[in-house]
């Protein structure tokens, strides 16, 4: 498939290009010179070639629309380039609506958080009311998606009031790069800890020292720690004995930490979770854990390669409660194979029951490398309309449960050019997942597959450094990425550099 504009500086085309994609995935953005002023070729497998044009008149009536003047620094209209690709960008984002029928519920926006850019115009000034204005206009969010993320800005000023000045302390991540099993759709670090009982001794061993030598630096930096949040993989994939000796190993070289605020274990996979590890978390005051059902239909389940049952999900969260644990996430997935609107229904209803501290609702994505994107004429995936009636129910029935949404995210790929979000309680969002998501504090990624993201408060600059994927490159290769890391840290001394 090939789509092309008359006449446009090759700049614009990968912006442009992300936009194709929302309308025909896997299109191709190509300069194409004619008599028209958008000429769009379409190809799809199997089928001839077809062609859409657009004359001058029309296009002119997208793309000649001024745009509201914008005073501030993020958004320079004395640009030109500027100007004009936001002003392409508004233009084909239109004319393939009114020729597909589909409307783009985030516009033109690919490429950015939406909750990144609406701080952005906060901190520049703009009051709420402007900025969902300014996104509706500027970059043609429909309002109920603007309305949404001022509903998120709010509560993360609630739940973070020092969220603006968090870079005088730091947060670490730690990842645990073992699972009972990988699922379908799944491409984060994620290997099956069946058969690797030395490899996971030997990462173990290596993850220690990453941690010590980290909370070195931070005693001698003098820093404090917000949050620690425990990924993976699945962190309970290890043995109980093993998980004391990390959370020991935390303890003492963090120890200068002595305020953190948040202390997270992911526990995603029910079958992980047992009396004894479930003791251990409790013994270090872990405050919050994760135990996520995806989906509570036993079909699925099997489908998607997740090796517990329904009735696991459940005695494993009772076990949860019965010990002490108040502060419980749980996961659901909109738009997994074989699902519609009555099976989502019905997993809220579960949620309505269980009513853990906070819910994160994920719209499906084809991730580049999952089993799920290989073979996807395996799956049957409802289409664009259902995933939208299930995103809009999420919203209505969390609402109605008396959750707030927190943080969003949005992935390439996503079904329905939808999107992901945190719902809680009041009181119970993840302070982590906030700050991750905002970029508002550097964090500290120690772990299989970690990424630190070392921010600069003066310029805003993130410096990103990713430890290895894989465990036994991990393993043999850690001591150098650490020091690399601990260089780059020293260079670019993100914490006081604004102090």
């Known amino acids: 498939m090939k789509i092309g504009m008359k006449g446009i500086d090759s700049i614009y085309y990968p912006h442009l290009e992300r936009i194709c994609r929302l309308f025909f995935a896997g299109c191709k953005f190509v300069y194409h010179e004619s008599e028209w002023e958008l000429q769009i070729c379409l190809k799809q497998e199997n089928e001839d070639e077809f062609q859409l044009y657009c004359t001058e008149a029309e296009t002119g009536r997208h793309w000649q629309q001024p745009l509201e003047p914008i005073e501030s ?15 392409l960008a508004i233009a084909l984002l239109q004319i393939l609506q009114e020729y597909t029928g589909i409307r783009q519920p985030w516009g033109i926006l690919t490429g950015i958080r939406p909750t990144k850019l609406f701080h952005r115009y906060y901190l520049e000034g703009l009051s709420f009311a402007a900025i969902e204005q300014r996104l509706q206009s500027h970059y043609q969010v429909i309002p109920e998606k603007t309305a949404l993320l001022k509903e998120i800005i709010s509560q993360q000023q609630k739940a973070l009031p020092d969220l603006y000045s968090l870079h005088e302390e730091v947060s670490i991540y730690i990842g645990i790069p073992f699972c009972p099993t990988k699922c379908a759709y799944c491409t984060f670090p994620a290997y099956s800890i069946q058969g690797r009982t030395g490899s ?36 309970t994939s290890i043995s109980a004995e093993q998980m004391d000796q990390l959370f020991a190993k935390c303890q003492t070289s963090f120890s200068s930490c002595k305020h953190i605020r948040e202390y997270t274990v992911e526990a995603g996979r029910p079958d992980t979770l047992d009396e004894e590890k479930l ?16 989906s509570f239909e036993e079909q699925t389940l099997k489908l998607i390669g997740r090796h517990h049952t329904v009735k696991e999900t459940w005695e494993k969260y009772h076990l949860a409660r019965e010990m002490g644990f108040q502060n419980i996430n749980m996961d659901l997935i909109i738009g997994l194979p074989n699902e519609g609107l009555d099976t989502f229904q019905r997993s809220l209803h579960m949620i309505e029951e269980l009513r853990p501290e906070s819910l994160t609702v994920h719209t499906l994505s084809f991730k580049r490398g999952s089993q799920m994107s290989q073979n996807k004429e395996r799956y049957h995936i409802v289409g664009r309309e259902e995933i939208m009636e299930m995103v809009q129910l999420a919203r209505g029935k969390t609402k109605q449960m008396g959750y707030h949404p927190y943080y969003l995210y949005r992935q390439s790929n996503i079904l329905g050019n939808q999107e992901n979000v945190g719902y809680a309680l009041p009181g119970k969002e993840c302070l982590y997942n906030i700050i991750m998501m905002e970029e508002r504090q550097s964090i500290l990624g120690l772990g299989c597959g970690a990424v630190s993201k070392i921010v600069q408060p003066k ?35 993100p914490v006081r550099s604004s102090s």
């Not at 996971?200 to 931070?218: M, P, R, S, T």
């Not at 251990?280 to 995806?294: E, T």
Request: proline share 6%; aromatic share 6%; hydrophobic share 35%.
């Open 459 to 493: 310029t805003g600059k993130i410096v990103r450094w990713a430890n290895p994927k894989e465990p036994n490159a991990y393993i043999e290769t850690f001591r150098s990425h650490l020091q690399g890391k601990i260089d780059q840290l020293n260079q670019v001394d």
């Open 279 to 294: 003791a251990v978390l409790k013994k270090w005051k872990i405050d919050r854990i994760s135990i996520n059902p995806q």
């Open 73 to 87: 620094p993020s958004d320079d209209r004395s640009n030109p380039k500027k100007v004009m690709g936001q002003s």
């Open 200 to 235: 996971v001794d030997d990462f173990l061993a290596a993850l220690h020292e990453e941690i010590d030598a980290i909370g070195e630096w931070l005693h001698e930096k003098g820093l404090s720690v917000t949050t620690i949040y425990i990924g993976g993989g699945t962190p």
